[in-house]
């Protein structure tokens, strides 16, 4: 098993550019989520998806968009980049049975000049 | 909302010496999880408590979810290099698919 995958691991966009930042986990988990770590803030959930088909916001959705038609994947879409969202992006996930930890991507380091 | 409290922000001890580290919530919680993040790379989780009381130990790491359900303490021992990271508690309330709420994480300095 690779756990939970991302990619790219460093990118940089310019103010107003897209990217899309990807997630796949291979342990047929169904709770799948996005962090943005920024010094001195911790971990802040951005969206989340209980299921495929189903996504809702977390805390600091703002700028994000998301979407789950599989299982495996959960991509993290930036429609138009700002200085705000340079940060550490991590992706996680959990089979969401009663005591299972959430396990996390290496994370993909952003930079919006 | 829910908030976690982690303090100091910083920490700096000497090799084979102990380290407390509390944390401290505004609300109740069932699940307790303490997560180590090493440079570069995503939380691996170290404990996960889920009974007020209970005490876990994983090496020389130790756990308590305290009785009041508000708080959690990560105990390391002998401290090494390799200890070296952040340190991150998180809570959860209800079901596996409830949110976690991190804490702002702790930064362990180990000194050889």
């Known amino acids: 098993n690779a756990g939970v995958t991302q990619t790219p691991k460093f990118q940089v966009l310019k103010t107003g550019q897209s990217m899309t930042l990807q997630c796949a986990q291979d342990?047929?988990?169904?709770?799948m989520s996005w962090y943005r770590q920024d010094p001195g803030m911790g971990l802040r959930l951005i969206h989340y998806?209980?299921?495929?088909?189903?996504?809702d916001q977390g805390e600091v959705p703002n700028g994000y968009n998301v979407s789950r038609s599989t299982t495996e994947d959960f991509p993290l879409r930036l429609l138009s980049a700002a200085p705000s969202q340079t940060s550490v992006y991590f992706c996680?996930?959990?089979?969401?049975?009663?005591?299972?930890?959430?396990?996390f991507g290496n994370g993909t380091r952003l930079t919006v000049t | 909302g829910q908030q976690l409290n982690q303090s100091p922000q910083s920490m700096f001890i000497q090799e084979g010496e102990d380290v407390s580290m509390n944390c401290t919530s505004s609300s109740i919680f069932n699940t307790w999880l303490w997560y180590k993040q090493d440079p570069g790379e995503g939380p691996v989780l170290l404990i996960a408590?889920?009974?007020?009381?209970e005490l876990t130990s994983n090496g020389r790491l130790t756990a308590q979810f305290g009785i009041t359900r508000k708080d959690s303490f990560l105990n390391i021992s002998a401290s090494i290099p390799s200890d070296v990271g952040i340190y991150f508690c998180a809570g959860r309330y209800t079901g596996a698919n409830s949110k976690l709420t991190f804490g702002k994480g702790i930064t362990l300095s180990v000194r050889p």
């Open positions: 408590l889920y009974k007020a009381g």
């Open positions: 998806s209980v299921g495929a088909g189903i996504t």
């Open positions: 996680a996930s959990t089979s969401g049975q009663k005591n299972s930890p959430l396990h």
């Open positions: 342990m047929n988990h169904e709770y």
